[in-house]
């Protein structure tokens, strides 16, 4: 760490033996470049070593484009972002990118994205090499769960974030840290099934989801089916923020469907802390009142007694920070993050 | 541990400096008292220092008959049991317990427990200290899950352990220890909603739980209501190993009902294995199939992808040997266990 000057000695008292140093942590001696690549939307970060985010921006961006195009596109963006902050990419220690899909923790690749055309066991690593650091991969709403925690919750060791948005996903946090399962697939409470969904198809290939029935998505879907323009859950926001009442009311019978699933995974898990997230989320005054009724209702009391459920602080800024939190973690700690990535230990 | 005789020193070759040494583990070197207490039926063990079991029993046990009466009885089983092994009361070296209720583990104390009248936060540690050394209380399930993970899965980081007996509960093992949760009901699949439950109360005070409608309880109550008589878990079986055709459906129903629950639990928890325990798990040839069928269509591909559903082998013995396998825990690294029980550091 002091060769890379992440750290620097600032001296120590000598009791006699082998010299005592005591270290002293400089948060600007580096920056990590955070990704959080959306469906239909981007962010990108330039942050500092303790995860303080340095410039950022957002902007409009197709998944489906291809691995290639939207690749190219962040790293040009990130050169971009790198000299609007005044920091040669000489100092960049590593970079963290989150993907809307299930990722495999070992390699950092999508697997099986049902959103992401083209990116089924893409190497995003290998594509993102060029700075010479380590390049760490994980699922957004994992992420999302990380960044949360960290910034707002250090004190609570289990937490599960969900994300609402035109999909449904969630990620959990146990004693600190992203629980991944044993496929990463650990969280997903979008394609639990919900006897209310009847046979709705879902995008995952399954009848009955949640996402089928309460997604931004799924929202967006039965307003257009009654001639009411919107395609993604933003779109079903700004109809609930202009007092649409039919997107007002979907959006409150989200909100218990929601709750229903929720109050089985708190049930499940027991975590501290539920927090609700993505764009849906912004309608949080319509969505939360129905996952706050069911889960309350349908969870057992020891569970429910202390559980608190607050809507994201971080909001769409959750995911992007999470993913320079889990890049720093790596560049401080190699060691501690799953075997799988010390390939690219520094 | 020298000093107790856990360890001996074997040797060891110099190379200079500090002599070091090389130190031999006697897992005969000492005992460890365990207890599985529950509803009806209760289990005690005496093991060595590896959980291996020395002398053990099964009697019935009304656990209603209160903590005074029941914490007496089990002292003056686990004396006998120490006379049938030849062993000392002084080589005793940890006792571990088990519960059929919520146990707050920072004072091992039963939470609220439905089925144990005049038990909510009795002091079972306190009650138990005779032998002074450490006493360790812990949910049932909880502490199957530990002994069939430690005993048949040790490679499997991730487990889910499900009790189908006269009520249903769940265990979660994450990166080989228990997880509780933040107030220590986590993996309470029992209490999960279920729409086919109808408006059925459930002995928790909710309507609609699982338990209500699929647990061994349930069966014989529905049995019961159609004039054939079983009131246990136990019972179930009996009926159904001679052939009651009503049992065999009512078992059979219960195995898709649980399929149902875990087909959402799987999803959450993505564990690499799913165990059914339990009285009811006797007649696993009716109640797997079901619970095979549901999770296989109900959880997402990624999830079910590996995910190995399995009777547990150890049966009607993982709690007890997990009960001895956290008491060893804290008796060697009392550090690794919570802080909570640092009060009974050896």
């Known amino acids: 760490l002091l060769e890379l000057g992440l750290v620097s000695g600032v001296g120590g008292v000598s009791r006699g033996g082998r010299r005592p140093s005591v270290f002293s942590f400089n948060p600007h001696s580096g920056v990590i470049l955070a990704a959080g690549l ?5 962010r990108l970060a330039v942050t500092d070593l303790a995860g303080v985010t340095l410039v950022d921006r957002e902007f409009d961006l197709d998944i489906e484009l291809g691995p290639e195009a939207v690749l190219s596109l962040s790293q040009k963006q990130f050169t971009e972002l790198l000299d ?5 990419p000489a100092s960049v220690r590593g970079v963290g990118v989150g993907v809307p899909a299930p990722v495999e923790s070992a390699t950092g690749k999508p697997v099986q ?3 992401m055309p083209g990116w089924d066991s893409y190497p995003i690593r290998d594509r993102l090499a060029g700075y010479d650091v380590p390049v760490l991969v994980d699922n957004d709403v994992n992420l999302m769960a990380l960044g949360e925690q960290r910034t707002c919750y250090q004190n609570v060791p289990n937490l599960l974030f969900v994300k609402v948005a035109t999909g449904i996903g969630g990620g959990i946090i146990v004693e600190g840290r992203v629980y991944r399962g044993a496929d990463g697939s650990a969280g997903d409470v979008g394609h639990v099934h919900i006897a209310a969904a009847g ?3 879902c995008r995952c290939g399954k009848v009955g989801c949640l996402e089928a029935i309460a997604s931004g998505g799924a929202i967006a879907r039965r307003l257009s089916e009654q001639g009411i323009e919107a395609s993604t859950a933003r779109d079903v926001v700004e109809l609930v923020n202009a007092g649409n009442m ?6 409150r019978e989200s909100g218990r469907l929601i709750g229903e699933v929720l109050g089985s995974a708190v049930n499940i898990l027991n975590p501290r802390v539920v927090v609700i997230g993505g764009d849906l989320a912004q309608a949080e005054g319509h969505l939360m009142p129905g ?3 069911l889960v309350y209702q349908r969870s057992i009391s ?3 007694g202390h559980v608190r459920i607050a809507p994201s602080h971080l909001d769409n800024r959750a995911e992007v920070i999470g993913a320079a939190l889990m890049a720093i973690d790596h560049v401080f700690s190699p060691a501690k993050v799953d075997e799988a990535v010390t390939e690219y230990a520094v």
Chains 1, 2 share one sequence.
């Open 199 to 201: 046979d709705a198809l």
């Open 38 to 42: 959306g469906a239909t939307h981007s």
């Open 113 to 115: 994205p049902p959103i």
């Open 246 to 251: 039919r997107a007002i009311e979907l959006v």
């Open 84 to 88: 609007q902050a005044g920091v040669a």
């Open 291 to 293: 996952i706050r009724e």
């Open 302 to 304: 020891l569970a429910t």
